[in-house]
């Protein structure tokens, strides 16, 4: 499965960035499909606080209804803590989208709206074909991250750093029924995706793109991404994913293109803890 993406991966990056058509510079890999957003700073901070706001609401009333609703239940299990985990994020989509909206209103008022004489850039890809280059940006993903992952765990234990799992993969393998497993792929292929792609690609680095250097841009939420996941061992390649995510949406201008690539990346994975033995078996 694998092997297959890589070649996938290998035929696209050749074909949309190393290829002599692609290196071009009227080639469609260098047109930008983003819109510049051009949000007040202080409205972008006040709308970033409001989003996490209604993200602890949401969870603070939906837990207080699954303990109501199953006495049993425990929030301090390692499903509980993954499921206090997903409630938030589904406070932090409904946040998105009352605060969405309440931008797309603000975006008709003065000072917020494109500048007069701006060009806009190139129309975003449509939702099929952004679905398609996202499962290609996967492919890429994992031929890119495949050798970066191997040289990062090789250069921390040469320094002697110790390389743990990460607690989701112990927990992905000690699944103890259907329907946690259920919970857990929901949680990994469809969830986590949606909200963190909104977050780092459709927030962070849409409002970075506009006012900073591109590698800047590209890199600031690449490096929190990588720190929020507090593992050394994976520091590195999720960084490159996240830069390489952040440059897929700028030339797609569709958040649905990362939100596949991501999906799919996270899907990769898990179905890899099944197929390859734990360390000692």
Known sequence: MSGLCCLVGAFLLWHWQL??????PQSPA?????????????????????????????QGLLGRII??????????????????????????LFGFFLIGRLLQVAARL???????????PTPPLSTAKAVLVGAGVFCVSVL????????????LARFGFEIPLQGLVEIFRTVGSPN???????????????SEELVFRGALFRYLHTRVPAWFALLVPGVVFALLHRNLASFL??????????????????????????????LHSVALLFLVPPPGA
């Open 110 to 120: 003065p000072g917020f709206g494109i500048p007069r004489g701006l060009a806009q």
């Open 30 to 58: 260098w047109r930008c499909r983003l819109a510049r957003w051009f949000l007040p700073v202080r409205f972008f901070w006040l709308s970033c606080g409001a989003v996490l706001f209604i993200g602890l609401i949401v």
């Open 67 to 92: 303990v109501t609703l199953n006495k049993n239940f425990s929030f301090s299990s390692d499903i509980g803590l993954l499921m206090e985990d997903a409630v938030f994020r589904l406070g932090i």
């Open 237 to 266: 390649p999720l960084l490159v994913l996240s830069v390489v995510f952040s440059i897929a949406y700028q030339r797609t201008g569709n958040i649905v293109t990362t939100i596949v690539a991501h999906s799919l990346f996270n």
């Open 19 to 24: 290829g002599p058509a692609a290196r071009a």
């Open 144 to 155: 890119l991250l495949f050798p970066i992952s191997m040289a990062w765990r090789w250069l």
């Open 180 to 194: 946690e497993l259920g919970f857990l792929l929901f949680l990994a292929g469809v969830l986590v995706p949606i």
